[in-house]
Nanobody
Framework: QVQLVESGGGLVQAGGSLRLSCAAS????????RGWFRQAPGKEREFVAA????????IYADSVKGRFTISRDNAKNTVYLQMNSLKPEDTAVYYC?????????????????WGQGTQVTVSS
């Protein structure tokens, strides 16, 4: 079986930074794209960032552009999300995802593997 496991969440003051990690365990598979999503209480899950296999293509939601950076280490089958200048509105459960359908570019669509989530809380 394949499982994605997030880590690195926690409580941080506004203006601070966190780095989230997501590693795959179990059977290996090809992730042509990987992404991060988040869900705040009472709200729909929303797209945050995505990266293609090589790392040469990345996309971000407008709300995090310029503050968050997505990267991946294929040797470790791990994707990262560096979050800087955090705001209270960034508070949410953050989920990592993998896409096994072929794509050359980063995309917010078509993800078929999901982690259990890690809590990020930003205090004011």
């Amino acid at each position: 079986q394949v499982q994605l496991v997030e880590s690195g969440g926690g409580l941080v003051q506004a203006g601070g930074s966190l780095r989230l990690s997501c590693a795959a365990s179990g059977r290996t598979f090809t992730s042509y794209a990987r992404g991060w999503f988040r869900q705040a209480p009472g709200k729909e899950r929303e797209f945050v960032a995505a990266i293609n296999w090589s790392g040469g293509s990345t996309i971000y939601a407008d709300s995090v552009k310029g503050r968050f950076t997505i990267s991946r280490d294929n040797a470790k089958n791990t994707v990262y999300l560096q979050m800087n200048s955090l705001k209270p509105e960034d508070t949410a459960v953050y989920y990592c995802a993998g896409r096994t359908q072929v794509t050359d570019n980063a995309t917010p669509y078509g993800y078929n593997y999901w982690g259990q989530g890690t809590q990020v809380t930003v205090s004011s």
